[in-house]
């Protein structure tokens, strides 16, 4: 709800507890790309980003390291 009604360019998600047996579409949202970095398990860690349609970006890397997690990405179109 928070999403369609305020409608961000991006939203960061730390802590999703996210792993790699949840589909991307069980988390998809409507008009917005995501780029995400899975937890080992269901207990801690992961993280989301959602990117909305339309701004140009490159994914650089999704870590999971020494239970830390980071996707980074590089916006190629500024005029958000």
Known sequence: VLMNEKRPHILC???THITS?????????E?????????NSRHTGGVILYIR?????????TVAY????FA????EDANL
Do not use: H, M, P
């Open 72 to 75: 980074t990405i590089i916006i």
């Open 21 to 29: 047996d949840i589909l991307e579409n069980e988390i998809q949202i």
């Open 66 to 69: 020494d239970k830390s997690w």
């Open 13 to 15: 998600l730390s802590e």
């Open 53 to 61: 349609e339309g701004i140009k970006f490159n994914k650089i890397a």
């Open 31 to 39: 008009e917005y790309n995501t780029v995400r970095c899975d937890s």
